[in-house]
């Protein structure tokens, strides 16, 4: 995926279903209930940019967060929990290799993000941390981490991962 471009946006409804869940491996991360979810959306709607297909995927995520249903629960938490552990050297969308080879990598920080990413994963199950990393560096986003573990509200982490 790492040559992959982007179509226009203006196609995106007429490709086959295969295209339109490489476009969301693309922007996301690989998720088969991010395609079963979104797939059809990319088919049905014709968005104006991509910012505007990915708020509206946002606007489907936010919906199962706020549902009742256990299901719905279930189900988010499968889309978000394909997202690769901050640090981790294999990464498969092209995205979070960038994002992951901003951070950087070896010394102490290196054990101390992979104990987060421990306390993180037991504080919220079937969840991985997720943050936009651009531009932040390991400290700032370690701090982030910590003080959302010692938070420890799931429904509010789900959307704080959702808005990213």
Request: charged content about 30%; aromatic content about 6%.
């Amino acid at each position: 995926m790492t040559d992959y471009t982007l179509p226009t946006i203006e196609t995106v409804p007429n490709l086959s279903t295969p295209e339109r869940a490489a476009i969301l491996d693309h922007l996301f991360e690989p998720s088969i209930p991010l395609h079963t979810l979104s797939v059809k959306l990319l088919h049905e709607k014709d968005f104006p940019s991509y910012h505007d297909m990915i708020a509206s995927i946002g606007v489907q995520l936010t919906e199962l967060s706020e549902s009742t249903s256990t299901s719905d629960t279930e189900w988010l938490e499968k889309i978000l929990g394909a997202h690769p552990r901050l640090g981790e050297k294999k990464v498969d969308s092209a995205q979070s290799r960038q994002e992951q080879a901003q951070l950087g990598t070896g010394g102490t920080e290196e054990s101390e993000l992979k104990r987060l990413n421990d306390d993180y994963e037991k504080t919220f199950p079937n969840l991985r941390y997720v943050v936009f990393v651009n531009g932040r560096g390991r400290q700032e986003i370690m701090a982030d981490m910590t003080s959302r573990i010692g938070r420890a509200d799931i429904r509010a982490e789900r959307l704080e991962a959702i808005k990213v």
